[in-house]
Every structure is written in structure tokens, then in C-alpha cells.
């Protein structure tokens, strides 16, 4: 574990070497970690910028590539590379590199400009008379000038004025005799200097002091070694503040409403069906009930009303809609897991899928139109088959599925930005559930946790402002904590350390 905190280490400090333009520095820490662990995407990446060659860049966007396919800005870079013709050099110079900047300069000037056929011929006749000019003065130069001397001299000779500064000796052209009086010349200022004319450049905007990690606050539900009846939680992101909520027990899934006032929670109803009379029909009802969809204040989670009545064996992952007035969650109370819609006052579930798949996981859009989710409807188990969960994305009404993710073995556990540009999500495609992300139309998928030795990814969440991916990992040890990723995955913050086992996270909505 100390290894991997050195490398990551490592890795962080020549980011922060590359992007102060300490080229040297980048490249040494960089192949350390490559050294160390040669299928670093990230880390080929920032190779790439500081590569001291085209070819040299080449070869490490082409490695980003075989490592991630997907990766579209690698992708992006090798296509200008090759859209330049092959190294050069001068004098030890990559002339393609030059060739390079050259090319970006005149896009961003608005492309090439063209040479106009008048222009050159007027420059060539420019060029002629200036040359013309400078043989007529050099001419009168060469040939003293009389004057008589000031009215006030006593002495009536005649005076030879010299010019009163150094005049070129240029070889004249043959048959061409000109003359000029030098002062008649205006002469230059004796310090003359050229005035200087500033090239404008783009002044970067200042960037925002990122928010303290004591400003995000985090809930979830964790358990005592040896216990399964977790309990509410909160801590801070700087780790401070790690006290329990309230003293409602059994929670085993939870979701905060999105104005921080209320929480959605699922734990075994304790009277069964609401005290139904099941003898008639035989049906048996565990010991500690069935599990239920319940709300309450989330400053006190023991004031709960109870929304759901349903007798499904399973339900799970609570979802607020953004303006409150839903919750959808995964339950298999037809017999398959299936996505649900119940108002947060209560009434009649409303089923949105129906499929012979198993179909959980529901996240809402941020504009509250679409509804993420995982589900197996395009590979069912079959079998000794077990089918591939995949991401999919349908309407609020469950209407027009679509699927975005296609890769081996399972993705699930999809959230959205807060502004609806990428969604996170768990997969385990590399053997270990990591968490990546991609754009929410499917595409730029990107491993977000790597180089975590085999450890189990988890509950994937967006900070409010979108900093920060939070996430519950078993990488430090068998016990699940609370974790800080940004979504470049260079930089992992452990947030909780405690002796709970932790297996539900939320993300306080409110802004930090």
C-alpha cells in the first residue's frame, strides 16, 4: 500500500512539474511511474506533453490508445500529428515541431493568407527608388558644399561644411549621377529609439480558489464489525465532524432530497405488510419484514412515514427527481428487478420498465427528463450465462431506452454531473469494479481509479460543483470507506477512517 501512495505520489508531483513548464523534472518522475507501472494511462498522457520529439509524442499517444481505446483526446492529438509531414531537423532542430507551431499560429490567425501578384511588384519598385535614393545622397556626400561664413565673422574665406554625420559608402551604379544636400536632411533625434509595439495576448482569467474540503459533506450508512443493522452518518470532507444521525437502524440503502431537508430510505418494514393478515393466502413473511421505501427529516430519520407497501424481496437505490416531487428505485416486486416512480407524499408505485432483465440502478438527469440506469435487457442470463449489466438511459416515463456503455462484463451504478454533461459509473470490464466516466451520450468512456491494486470501487457521486467524484473503496484494507477522486484521477483523498463498514454514500446537494 505504501508503494502505491509513493507512486501516486509520484505521479502528482510530475503533473504539477509539467504544468509549471519544468519539462525536466515532468519527464524524470513520469518514467518513474511508468517504470513502476507501464499501463498508466494518465501518466502516458502527461508523457506525452513533454515529449521533447513529434515521433516522441507520437509513441506515447499510441500507448495511451492500446491502453484505452476510448481515450478521445489522445485520439485527437495522434490525428494533428499525422496531419503534419515527417521530422525534420536543422541544426538539431525538429523542424516538424516548428512546422507545428507554425500551423497553429496561422489557425488561429484565420488560416494562410495569400500573396497578392501587385503587392510584389509594387515592393520590387519600392525597392529600386530606395536604392536610387541612397546613391543620390551618397553622391552629394562625396561633394563639398560652400557657404558664406556668419554675418559676425571677421574672416571673409570661404568655409567647407562637412555632414554632421557618417554617410554610407555604397558603389553607384554606372551612368547614374545624382545629387543632394545632406542638410536638408532632417536629421534623427540624437536618442532615438524605435518605440515598442506590444503583441496583444489573451489574458487567462484568474481561476476560482477551489472550496475547502471542509466545505462538502458527506452521509452514509455504515455498520459495526460484526453487525448488519447499519446506521446513519455524516463527516465533513477534511475528515472532521464524523458523528452519527439520529438513531434509526436497519438502513440499507439512502438518498438525500435535493434541498437537503429530507432523505429517502429503505429498510425491512417492522410490521410486514402494514399488519396484513397473510394466513389466508400462506404466504410467509420473514421475522424482520419486508423491505420498504420510507421518508422522513433528515435531521431526524426516526420521524419516518412509510411510502411503499410492496412484496418484492428486494429494494434498492432510492433517487430523489431533481425538483423533489419524485423517487425512483429498483425493486422486484413482480418478480424482477425493475425501475419504479412513487411521489415523495406517497400513493401508487408506477412501474417504468418491463422487462424479462433485471433492470436497478435509477439516477436522474439534472433537468429531471431522463432517468440513467443499469440493466441486462439486451444480454439476459441464459443458463450457466449470466448476461452483461450495461448503462442505458430512458425518458422519466420509461419510454425510448437507450444504451450507452458495450464493453465486458458489467457496468452499473450510473449518477449524473450537475450539469448533465458526464455520468459516473462503476465497472469492473478490468476484472475489480473501478469507477470511470464518460460523456452522457456514451461516448469518451475513461478509467477515472487506477492503480489500486485489485480494490472493490463503489456508490459513485458528483460533488454539488462537480470537483470531486465521491466513492466508497475497500483500497486501504477489508473495511469500505469514503473516498475523494477528481475526475482526471490524478488526485485520491481518503475521507473517513473508521472501524465501520460502510455500504451506502450521499452527497449533501447543497453548494460547499
Not at 112 to 123: D, E, L, T
Not at 247 to 273: C, M, Y
Not at 389 to 412: C, H, K, R, Y
Request: charged fraction near 20%; include cysteine.
Amino acid at each position: 500500500m505504501a508503494e502505491r501512495g509513493n507512486l501516486q505520489a509520484k505521479l502528482n508531483a510530475g503533473i504539477e512539474a509539467a504544468r509549471a513548464g519544468d519539462q525536466e523534472t515532468a519527464r524524470r518522475l513520469l518514467q518513474q511511474v511508468l517504470t513502476a507501472d507501464p499501463n498508466n494511462e494518465v501518466a502516458w498522457m502527461w508523457m506525452a506533453s513533454v515529449a521533447k520529439s513529434v515521433a516522441e509524442r507520437r509513441a506515447c499517444l499510441e500507448r495511451v490508445l492500446r491502453i484505452n481505446p476510448n481515450n478521445t483526446r489522445a485520439r485527437e492529438a495522434l490525428r494533428r500529428l499525422e496531419a503534419v509531414p515527417e521530422a525534420r531537423t536543422r541544426d538539431g532542430v525538429d523542424l516538424r515541431e516548428t512546422e507545428l507551431r507554425r500551423a497553429r499560429r496561422i489557425e488561429l490567425q484565420g488560416g494562410p493568407r495569400r500573396s497578392n501578384p501587385y503587392f510584389i511588384m509594387a515592393g520590387i519598385v519600392l525597392v529600386f527608388v530606395i536604392i536610387a535614393a541612397v546613391l543620390l545622397f551618397t553622391q552629394e556626400a562625396e561633394t563639398p558644399s560652400t557657404q558664406p561664413v556668419d554675418a559676425d565673422s571677421t574672416d571673409d574665406a570661404v568655409v567647407v561644411v562637412q555632414p554632421t554625420r557618417p554617410i554610407p559608402t555604397l558603389t553607384p551604379i554606372p551612368g547614374m549621377i545624382v545629387t543632394i544636400d545632406p542638410n536638408r536632411l532632417t536629421p534623427l533625434p540624437p536618442t532615438f529609439t524605435p518605440t515598442f509595439t506590444p503583441t496583444a495576448t489573451d489574458t487567462p482569467l484568474p481561476s476560482p480558489t477551489p472550496p475547502p474540503l471542509a466545505s462538502y459533506r458527506f452521509y452514509y450508512a455504515g455498520a459495526q464489525p460484526g453487525q448488519t443493522a447499519a446506521m446513519l452518518y455524516s463527516v465533513r470532507g477534511d475528515s472532521s465532524d464524523d458523528s452519527q444521525l439520529g438513531n434509526e437502524s436497519g438502513i440499507t440503502d439512502f438518498a438525500i432530497s435535493p434541498n437537503g431537508e429530507q432523505i429517502a430510505f429503505v429498510r425491512p418494514s417492522r410490521a410486514g405488510l402494514a399488519g396484513e393478515d397473510t394466513s389466508a393466502t400462506g404466504e410467509q413473511i420473514p421475522e424482520a419484514g419486508l423491505p420498504q421505501l420510507f421518508v422522513a427529516p433528515l435531521a431526524n430519520p426516526e420521524a419516518a412515514t412509510q411510502l411503499t407497501q410492496l412484496r418484492g424481496n428486494s429494494l434498492k437505490s432510492p433517487r430523489w427527481s431533481p425538483d423533489g416531487a419524485r423517487i425512483a428505485f429498483a425493486s422486484d416486486d413482480d418478480g424482477d428487478l425493475d425501475i419504479y416512480v412513487i411521489a415523495s407524499s406517497g400513493g401508487e408505485p408506477v412501474r417504468l420498465t418491463a422487462n424479462p432483465g433485471i433492470d436497478t440502478d435509477p439516477a436522474w438527469s439534472p433537468d429531471g427528463t431522463r432517468i440513467a440506469y443499469a440493466s441486462d435487457q439486451n444480454s439476459p442470463a441464459i443458463g450457466d450465462y449470466a448476461g452483461s449489466v450495461e448503462i442505458f438511459v430512458m425518458n422519466d416515463d420509461g419510454t425510448n431506452p437507450v444504451q450507452l456503455t458495450d464493453a465486458e462484463n458489467d457496468s452499473f451504478s450510473p449518477v449524473w454531473s450537475p450539469d448533465g454533461q458526464w455520468i459516473v459509473f462503476i465497472s469492473n470490464r478490468s476484472i475489480d469494479n473501478d469507477v470511470y466516466i464518460m460523456e452522457a451520450n456514451g461516448e469518451g468512456e475513461m478509467l477515472v481509479t487506477f492503480d489500486d491494486d485489485g480494490a472493490d470501487d463503489r456508490a459513485p457521486s458528483f460533488t454539488s460543483d462537480g470537483r470531486w467524484i465521491a466513492f466508497l473503496s475497500n483500497r486501504d484494507g477489508d473495511r469500505y470507506q469514503i473516498y475523494l477522486v477528481d475526475p482526471q484521477g490524478v488526485q485520491v483523498t481518503r475521507v473517513t477512517d473508521n472501524n465501520l463498514d460502510i455500504h451506502a454514500l450521499a452527497v449533501y446537494p447543497g453548494a460547499p
